[in-house]
């Protein structure tokens, strides 16, 4: 299995950035997939999580401004990041969970102006 993030840069607080998440490896359309962040000295923590059926479900800090959607045929899941602020500066990682969780190499999003 493999996640591989990218989409990561330097974004002005107040812009947008996407996100994507290729995987390879599993059945990618049965999977819930997740974006989690971890910022310098603080835990990972979970943004956003999209199930197989498409519901989903986002940290209070992403709500009203982050949007997690998935294209099966793809494989791919994006995080669409509008109006970012310098606090969503951190590491972006794409998770899944199969009989074991996964995790991608991460993309650094820094919003600085």
């Known amino acids: 299995v493999q996640l591989q993030a990218s989409g990561g840069g330097l974004v002005q607080p107040g812009g947008s950035l996407r996100l994507s998440c290729k995987a390879s490896?599993?059945?990618?359309?049965?999977?819930?997939m997740r974006w989690f962040r971890q910022a310098p000295g603080k835990q990972r923590e979970l943004v956003a999580a999209i199930t197989s059926g498409g519901g989903t479900n986002y940290a209070e800090s992403a709500k009203g401004r982050f949007t997690i959607s998935r294209d099966n045929a793809r494989n791919t899941v994006y995080l669409q990041m509008n109006n970012p602020k310098p606090e969503d500066t951190a590491v972006y990682y794409c998770n899944t969970v199969t009989t074991r969780p996964y995790w991608g190499l991460g993309t650094q999003v820094t919003v600085s102006s």
């Open positions: 490896g599993i059945r990618f359309s049965i999977y819930e």
